[in-house]
């Protein structure tokens, strides 16, 4: 491979690259970075080979909220896991990585129990639709709630009535 092309794909390689001695921990790898490219819309996880071994270092694998601050836990969780600089710490088998993502997605498409906004607490799902971020504060009568409103994509304050 030569040229431009080449270059886009190398910010999807393992950091050990092809010298790993245990190849299916690169295939795991490269399936992390593809989840990346795809749940960010298209955004490659670098631009270049040495951008890509920073923020595997910085980050301990590629951390999609850096760029999706409203990616569910689970599926950030995932990426990491399998983007994780160090092959000892990586999703060890594709199976392994196929079967987390079925977990990732069950999890995430199972109707959550209704919680009580006045008892959420960080990364609660409200409605199917709110993601809690943070208490803002609560008054005598409302408390309101920093949260992603996950239909719109944006950070929004919702206020909740304390009485029933």
């Given amino acids: 491979m030569t040229g431009e092309w080449a270059d886009q794909v190398r910010v999807f390689v393992a950091p050990e690259d092809m010298t790993a001695p245990d190849p299916a921990r690169l295939d795991v790898f490269g399936l992390g970075t593809l989840g990346y490219y795809l749940f960010t819309d298209g955004t490659p996880p670098a631009a270049d080979r040495g951008e890509l071994n920073e923020r595997l270092r910085n980050e301990s694998g590629l951390d999609l909220s850096v760029d999706l601050p409203q990616v569910p ?42 919680t009580d906004p006045r008892d959420a607490g960080p990364d609660t799902l409200l409605d ?37």
């Avoid at 990732?104 to 109707?111: D, G, H, I, N, Q």
């Avoid at 971020?133 to 239909?151: C, E, N, Y």
């Fill in 73 to 114: 836990s689970a599926i950030r969780e995932l990426v990491l896991r399998a983007t994780n600089p160090s092959p000892a710490q990586r999703i060890a088998t594709v199976t392994e990585f196929l079967d987390a993502l079925e977990d990732v997605r069950s999890a995430l498409l199972t109707p959550q129990r209704s």
């Fill in 128 to 164: 199917n639709r709110f993601r809690v971020r943070r208490t803002l504060g609560r008054g005598s009568t409302a408390i309101g709630l920093v949260v992603i409103d996950q239909k719109l994509g944006a950070e929004r304050v919702l206020k909740v009535k304390l009485d029933d």
